[in-house]
């Protein structure tokens, strides 16, 4: 057992590892509670007290590859220091967290649902709260905002109960946020100011920096750029000089304002992580049912087609991971239909989604592919759309942009419809050409299948109806035809003609 000037000096170096936490030294916070945890004979509440800091100093460090294999280490049994299921909330909350960046959200929501269920007792650690929190924060990214409420209310409780100052601010952030996420920007106002008063007055720096970011993107959805940089300013002095890693928080914020600003390479640059960990080198911070519509946007601007590639990858496993999410999906849909330039995907993302904010920026990007094309009344009604749902999410001037797009749309006299031809090119399908033009690339139909997102047997069927409408039997034949029919580009990608409106 450890004497009592030991057990002193431990409790001292997690009380200093808590206020390098509030201090956004994350860093230093791990290395403080590693410390502690690498003494023998403390009281086991020590050892609990400081996994939690190391953990959530980890998360918010986005030192996430560590973070995970700590919790993973925690959950099969660490021969060191014996756990209850109470002491591993910290570890479960990290493991979900990992499940929602690889795209698993509807695991990750059932994680911690889980783990909130089954919370009996008060905890002064924070493990509570930081269960609740990041349910809380998922919730509002899918839409389901009344549950978010609620555990808002039972983490406002917990901060009372046990007068925990670390996490008193927590609440009217999340709930801040969440407000954002409802259109109501003046209740998102408010709640953000009331956090920013309590941590400002409790010495918290790093919740007075998250404070200011939720600031920023409210001044940005507002169309108010320069409140937006200087909140960014008054957050960036919270922290250090050269973190090793930005709070997702920053660099979300910094991303948008960059493009707002018209940097698209910026908001790239704000969004990519100085240390990937294990995942690729162009990998990106980004939240996928919120996110990954306005990421890939960015990315074309860009000249990043390879991220924005990535983005609607990986939106589209997180959607196929979690069919019961419509958030997840419409932003799969909006992903993709930026990508394709496919305005019937983009439609059908503004009608899925459950953000005001991301259902408008779907229809206004298919009203701007719907103009480009001279559908002028299908835009118009896109028009219309987006600018419905950017008034009901605060952003007005937003409404007025779109409002002005659809006053500049020029009437054009309609042609009759002509039916698709039975026959060659112009007979394909946006999905055969796809195939067509993955067939020529020398990819079997099971790796088209996998790249489409499609079945094998749906890939099989769509490439007999190629063969029969072209009138050929062979994937040489189709691969010399594909050549044929479309110049090869300079780096030896073979491309399609658009299909037929």
């Not at 390098?20 to 916070?29: G, L, N, P």
């Not at 007792?121 to 990041?134: C, V």
């Not at 707002?260 to 911070?285: F, H, K, Y």
Request: net charge neutral; with cysteine; proline share 4%.
């Amino acid at each position: 057992m450890a004497s009592t000037a030991e057990v002193i000096d431990a409790l001292d170096e997690i009380a200093a590892a808590r206020r390098d936490f509030v201090h956004c030294e994350f860093e230093e916070a791990v290395e403080r509670a590693g410390s502690v945890l690498g003494r023998a004979g403390l009281p086991a509440q020590l050892y609990q007290s400081a996994e939690m800091i190391s953990m959530i100093g980890m998360v918010n460090g986005r030192d996430t590859f560590h973070a995970r294999s700590r919790a993973t280490e925690m959950l099969a049994g660490d021969e060191s220091h014996a756990y209850n299921e109470t002491d591993l909330i910290g570890a479960r909350t990290t493991m979900a967290f990992a499940a929602r960046d690889e795209g698993r959200v509807s695991e990750a929501l059932e994680m911690l649902r889980g783990i909130t269920w089954s919370i009996n007792t008060p905890s002064r650690d924070g493990r509570n709260i930081f269960a609740r929190m990041g349910l809380a924060a998922m919730l509002t990214s899918v839409g389901d905002f009344d549950e978010a409420e609620r555990l808002i209310v039972q983490s406002e409780v917990e901060v009372e109960l046990t007068g925990d100052g670390m996490w008193a601010a927590a609440p009217d952030i999340a709930r801040a946020r969440l407000l954002l996420a409802r259109g109501n920007l003046d209740g998102a106002v408010v709640h953000a100011e009331l956090g920013r008063i309590i941590a400002s007055g409790l010495g918290n720096e790093f919740f007075v920096l998250v404070t200011d970011c939720v600031r920023a993107l409210i001044a940005l959805q507002r169309g108010d750029v320069v409140e937006a940089a200087e909140r960014l300013d008054r957050a960036a002095s919270h922290l250090p000089s050269n973190p090793p890693q930005y709070p997702v928080s920053y660099m979300r914020a910094r991303a948008r304002l960059a493009a707002a600003r018209g940097d698209p390479a910026g908001a790239l640059r704000a969004l990519t992580p100085s240390d990937s960990g294990e995942r690729p080198r162009d990998w990106l911070v980004v939240d996928l049912a919120v996110d990954a519509g306005w990421c890939v946007r960015t990315a074309l601007a860009a000249n990043a087609p390879l991220q924005a590639e990535g983005i609607v990858v990986r939106s589209e496993v997180a959607a196929a991971h979690s069919p019961g999410q419509p958030a997840v999906v419409a932003a799969a849909l909006h992903a993709r239909g930026l990508f394709e330039r496919d305005p019937e995907l983009l439609s059908r993302a503004a009608a899925t989604g459950v953000h005001g904010w991301q259902r408008a920026s779907a229809a206004e990007d298919a009203g701007v592919i719907l103009a480009e094309r001279r559908r002028t009344a299908d835009a118009g009604t896109a028009f219309a759309r987006a600018a419905r749902a950017y008034d009901g999410s605060g952003a007005v001037r937003d409404a007025e942009r779109v409002r002005a797009r659809a006053r500049d749309l020029t009437p054009v006299r309609r042609t009759p419809h002509k039916a698709r031809p039975r026959w060659g090119w112009t007979s394909l399908t946006g999905t055969e050409h796809e195939v067509a033009l993955n067939v020529a690339e020398g990819l079997t139909n099971v790796r088209v299948a996998r790249r489409m997102f499609l079945s094998r047997h749906t890939v099989d069927f769509h490439l007999r109806q190629i063969y029969r409408k072209l009138g050929i039997r062979s994937r040489v034949e189709l691969t010399r035809l594909v050549i044929e029919h479309d110049a090869t580009t300079r780096d030896g990608t073979v491309r399609l003609s658009s299909p037929a409106p």
